[in-house]
Protein backbone atom coordinates (compact mmCIF):
# COMPACT_ATOMS: atom_id res chain seq x y z
CA UNK A 1 0.00 0.00 0.00
CA UNK A 2 1.45 3.38 -1.08
CA UNK A 3 1.35 6.49 0.15
CA UNK A 4 -1.73 7.94 -2.34
CA UNK A 5 -3.69 4.93 -1.21
CA UNK A 6 -4.24 6.00 2.45
CA UNK A 7 -4.88 9.41 1.52
CA UNK A 8 -7.45 7.86 -0.98
CA UNK A 9 -8.97 5.80 2.01
CA UNK A 10 -9.12 8.21 4.33
CA UNK A 11 -10.97 10.71 1.47
CA UNK A 12 -13.73 7.78 1.25
CA UNK A 13 -13.94 7.60 4.66
CA UNK A 14 -14.44 11.02 5.12
CA UNK A 15 -16.57 11.84 2.45
CA UNK A 16 -19.12 9.02 3.93
CA UNK A 17 -19.27 10.61 7.44
CA UNK A 18 -19.44 13.86 6.12
CA UNK A 19 -22.71 11.85 4.05
CA UNK A 20 -24.37 10.18 6.58
CA UNK A 21 -24.36 13.65 9.00
CA UNK A 22 -25.64 15.56 5.97
CA UNK A 23 -28.63 12.56 5.47
CA UNK A 24 -29.41 12.70 9.22
CA UNK A 25 -28.57 16.35 10.24
CA UNK A 26 -32.67 16.83 10.42
CA UNK A 27 -33.59 13.73 12.29
CA UNK A 28 -30.56 14.73 14.65
CA UNK A 29 -31.74 18.70 14.99
CA UNK A 30 -35.43 17.01 16.10
CA UNK A 31 -33.78 14.60 18.44
CA UNK A 32 -31.77 17.51 20.07
CA UNK A 33 -34.64 19.94 20.00
CA UNK A 34 -37.38 17.09 21.80
CA UNK A 35 -34.54 16.87 24.37
CA UNK A 36 -34.11 20.41 24.90
CA UNK A 37 -37.56 21.04 25.06
CA UNK A 38 -38.08 17.76 27.26
CA UNK A 39 -35.85 19.16 29.75
CA UNK A 40 -37.26 22.89 29.75
CA UNK A 41 -40.44 21.33 30.39
CA UNK A 42 -39.30 18.76 33.24
CA UNK A 43 -37.76 22.20 35.10
CA UNK A 44 -41.24 23.34 34.67
CA UNK A 45 -42.97 20.54 35.95
CA UNK A 46 -40.60 21.38 38.87
CA UNK A 47 -41.43 24.80 39.48
CA UNK A 48 -45.06 24.42 38.71
CA UNK A 49 -44.97 21.42 41.55
CA UNK A 50 -42.80 23.38 43.97
CA UNK A 51 -45.36 26.51 43.54
CA UNK A 52 -48.39 24.14 44.17
CA UNK A 53 -47.28 22.18 47.12
CA UNK A 54 -50.06 23.51 49.01
CA UNK A 55 -52.97 22.89 46.61
CA UNK A 56 -52.10 18.94 46.27
CA UNK A 57 -51.69 19.34 42.84
CA UNK A 58 -48.67 17.37 41.44
CA UNK A 59 -47.19 16.23 37.86
CA UNK A 60 -44.52 13.68 38.11
CA UNK A 61 -41.61 14.37 36.49
CA UNK A 62 -40.83 11.24 34.74
CA UNK A 63 -39.60 9.79 31.12
CA UNK A 64 -43.08 9.54 29.94
CA UNK A 65 -44.11 13.21 30.85
CA UNK A 66 -40.72 14.35 29.29
CA UNK A 67 -40.90 13.21 26.15
CA UNK A 68 -45.07 13.96 25.92
CA UNK A 69 -43.67 17.77 27.02
CA UNK A 70 -41.06 17.65 24.44
CA UNK A 71 -43.50 16.71 21.45
CA UNK A 72 -45.90 18.72 21.90
CA UNK A 73 -44.62 21.53 24.11
CA UNK A 74 -46.46 23.92 26.21
CA UNK A 75 -49.68 22.68 25.77
CA UNK A 76 -49.05 19.27 27.01
CA UNK A 77 -47.66 21.08 30.20
CA UNK A 78 -51.18 22.78 30.84
CA UNK A 79 -52.87 20.03 30.02
CA UNK A 80 -50.92 17.53 32.45
CA UNK A 81 -51.82 19.88 35.28
CA UNK A 82 -55.52 20.33 33.69
CA UNK A 83 -55.52 16.30 33.90
CA UNK A 84 -54.26 16.55 37.41
CA UNK A 85 -56.37 18.98 38.87
CA UNK A 86 -60.03 17.36 37.82
CA UNK A 87 -58.40 13.81 39.46
CA UNK A 88 -57.55 15.56 42.15
Do not use: H, W
Amino acid sequence: MTYSDNITEYMIVGLCIAAFFIIFSGLLKRIVKIALRAAAGLLGVYVLNTLLTGSGIAVGINLINGLFIGIFGFPALAGLYIIQFFIK
